[in-house]
């Protein structure tokens, strides 16, 4: 096998996540050599390297595979030493992200499985590119060390199935050297039930809505301890997903105006009230301000500000192509006040999106410039050439999301990362589920609004 030196640890755990033996023969290269115009003779006049790796590798010997580890013990002298211990343990091992853990206790373990009545080892299944297999049992132990609960397991165990429906082709953008972070979008009454934030910060901390975070950190652990995602050994994105958290929220459903739809009925056909996540795998994320200054008639700002949208959605990322067809460009989150705005002057979701669409477009000269166009024929976008260019191939491809603070003042563009489709996925509750929110509730007491 070839590789380039810096993706050693990626290729080793793509090969293990396809079955083969992670100590598969590899010829390894300098990354220089893969660079525009490199020299890539070495590759022939190591040919028989090549040969020598395949006719002398032995597989080695098969043993069962251990799918129950036995449990580790942690001492000290009193709770706060083994706590750190704990901890050190975890971050010598690679299991960390970093932050402090809660200790998965069996105990703590068995609290979370509270939130299902299934076995906790039942399988969810295998997250790539390593290739471990996910079980529930699994799911409570990343959802303890994150701080979780167990009226936050439904959700996580929805996004980790939504993850590992084969159109995400999460193995890709798992590995992939760009910036990447599931975003999570929660729909249904489940939300407001276990205090998913919907409205002010809803993509930042907020000790009135823990479940975000906790439920986002939970599948980022996942990623790295079960999926192989170690940062330049697993995944090899250079910058990072800039969150130890993704991005877990939930629409705004009360404050969607009159006759405009949720947004999982709208893009996947579930019915209004429907428990269910929606998720996309994000690049980055962007502000922009749209409110005018006080001299605009309200039309004229209302039309102002969609302009505004659609000239930072036309900022081109070449891994978005691969998503142009049926995939979306982005998440736009817009709050309650500015979509009713929108709605009492006749816009509607649909109007909103082909405004967008029509107008977040790019000179076809301009893309052949940037080499975009090579970008497009590379993930087959091909000829006939519309000029301006769209960001995407029809506006129902823009996803769009009310919730948010209740100020007019600020929209937010979530751009896409490389993935192929949107996935949703409902959420299954546990027969106990109205016992576990009535303890959520004598817990974390009463949730004022803002």
């Known amino acids: 096998m070839l590789a380039r030196k810096d993706f050693v640890g990626v290729t080793r755990n793509a090969v293990a996540g396809l079955g083969f033996a992670p100590d598969i023969p590899m010829v390894v290269f300098p990354i220089d050599m893969f660079l525009v115009e490199s020299d890539i003779s070495a590759v022939e006049r190591e040919f028989m ?148 934030n919907h409205g002010f910060g809803l993509v930042g901390p907020d000790p009135r809505h823990p479940a975000g975070g906790s439920i986002g950190r939970a599948l980022r652990l996942l990623q790295q301890n079960v999926g192989g995602a170690l940062p330049g ?70 039309e102002a500000s969609l302009l505004r949208l659609a000239s930072h959605m036309r900022s081109f990322n070449a891994n978005c192509y691969a998503s142009w067809s049926d995939g979306t460009p982005g998440i736009l989150i817009m709050s309650r006040p500015i979509a009713r705005q929108l709605a009492g002057l006749g816009w509607t979701k649909k109007t909103i999106r082909e405004f967008l ?19 497009m024929k590379r993930v087959n976008v091909m000829p006939p050439y519309e000029d301006p260019w769209p960001v995407t191939e029809k506006p129902e491809n823009i996803a769009l999301v009310v919730a948010g603070g209740t100020h007019p003042t600020h929209n937010f563009w979530m751009q896409t990362a490389i993935v192929t489709q949107m996935v949703s996925e409902q959420i299954k509750l546990p027969a106990k589920w109205d016992e576990l929110v009535a303890i959520a509730e004598r817990d974390l007491g009463y949730e004022p609004e803002a």
């Open 357 to 375: 669409w029509k107008h977040a477009r790019t000179p076809l000269a301009e893309l052949e410039k940037a080499g975009l166009i090579a970008w």
């Open 49 to 196: 390297k090549f040969v020598e790796g395949l006719r002398s590798w032995k597989a080695p010997e098969q043993n069962k595979a251990v799918t129950k580890p036995p449990k580790l013990n942690v001492d000290g002298k009193d709770y706060d030493e083994s706590f750190t211990h704990f901890n050190t343990l975890f971050l010598k091992r690679r299991w960390g992200d970093g932050l402090p853990l809660v200790p998965p206790t069996e105990k703590r373990v068995e609290w979370i499985l509270q939130g299902t009545d299934e076995s906790p080892d039942v399988e969810v299944g295998k997250f790539m590119p390593r290739g471990g297999i996910v079980t529930n049992e699994t799911l409570a132990v990343a959802l303890a060390m994150a701080g979780g609960r167990p009226e936050y397991f439904p959700v996580l165990k929805a996004a980790v199935q939504a993850i590992f429906q084969p159109v995400f082709k999460h193995e890709g953008w798992q590995a992939t050297s760009s910036s990447t972070f599931p975003t999570v979008i929660v729909s249904g009454p489940v939300s407001r039930q276990i205090r998913i």
């Open 233 to 302: 050994i697993g995944t090899m994105a250079m910058f990072g997903g800039m969150r130890y958290t993704n991005a877990v929220f939930a629409e705004d459903e009360e404050g969607l105006p009159q006759g405009w739809e949720p947004f999982n009925a709208e893009r996947f056909g579930l019915a209004a009230g429907t428990n269910s996540v929606s998720v996309n795998v994000c690049s980055g994320a962007t502000n922009i301000i749209r409110r005018g200054i006080g001299t605009e008639t309200l039309e004229d700002e209302a």
